[in-house]
């Protein structure tokens, strides 16, 4: 389930980030005076939002510089830029949907995962509480709007079929990314986005949903964003990437602890988001970065990655198994 929002001017602005190292939030503290801090870059998955909270609360309390890193975040033009960046050795660290990071791996990509951002997987069917549907079966006759992607389409089989539907009874039209758009006007019944982001936008807009989660019909309950780099990065430089982690995981362990403060601390950081809608966000974010404290934050576990692999593989979207070993460096 991809996000790809590709803009000229904005592709243009990350290449001069990337170059410039002169992009995005950044806090650093010399570790010592002798020694420089190691300049790296994160391209987020999309514009920041409230399942970046704990990136922006390491570089508010300067937990990156404490590392001895001075971090640059830039915001991609389109879906694959953090994984074409990163392969490309453009940027250091990249954020990705799961399922992107094994189709990127089945492609041939460098990419590995350092760490779960979100435990479970943040898409799924979004429909409209005033609409009256009890489960996704309910779709059979209905028309329902993906963005276009693979990954979509499949989504949307695997919870019609495991409901007890017949996937080939729903009319499916491709809207990109104007599903909210397009349900609220009566086009289609459901469209396919994410619960914590599309879903909670349309709560806080007077819109009261009900959500259809992948894990919950079907579907794997694979970690739904995670942070990456490549295999070359973590052989040559495994002290930044374990710096890099480390300080990651002092925020969203910040997050978990006082949400609020991390709230303030990436509206301050990026002031045109709408407080509103991100404190609404993080509050649905919160349990999928811990499993609602059941797991450590950032833990890849290589049962779930195991499940991606073999669901994906069963729908086409990989050629062949991706091992937990490959997919992550920390899969337990």
Known sequence: MHRARTAAACALALLCALLLAACGGSAATDPSPSKKPTQATLVLDFVPNAVHAGIYRALAAGYYGAHGIELHVVTPGATQDPLSLVDGGRAQFGLADGSDVA???????????????????????????????????????????????????????????????????????????????????????????????????????????????????????????????????????????????????????????????????????????DGRFTNASLAAYMPLFSEQGKVPFGTLRAARIEGLSAWMLHNGLIHAPITPARYGTSSG
């Open 103 to 273: 189709t990127q791996i089945d492609r041939g990509g460098d990419a590995q995962a350092v760490m779960a951002i979100a435990q479970r997987p943040l898409g799924g069917l979004i429909a409209l509480r005033s609409e009256g549907l009890h489960s996704p079966a309910q779709l059979q006759g209905r028309t329902v709007g993906i963005t276009g992607v693979p990954s979509d389409r499949v989504v949307l089989e695997t919870e019609v079929r495991a409901a007890g539907g017949d996937p080939r009874k729903v009319h499916v039209v491709t809207v990109g990314f104007d599903g909210a758009q397009a349900l609220l006007s009566g086009r289609i019944a459901a469209f396919t986005g994410f619960v914590p982001a599309d879903g909670v936008q349309l709560q806080v807009q007077g819109h009261p949903i009900t959500p259809f989660r992948l894990d919950e019909y079907g579907g794997p309950g694979y970690p739904g964003l995670v942070a990456f780099a490549t295999q070359r990065l973590i052989a040559s430089n495994p002290a930044l990437v374990k710096a890099f982690v480390t300080a990651t995981k002092q925020g969203y362990e910040d997050t978990l602890r006082a949400p609020a403060q991390s709230v303030e601390d990436l509206l301050r950081l990026n002031p045109g988001l």
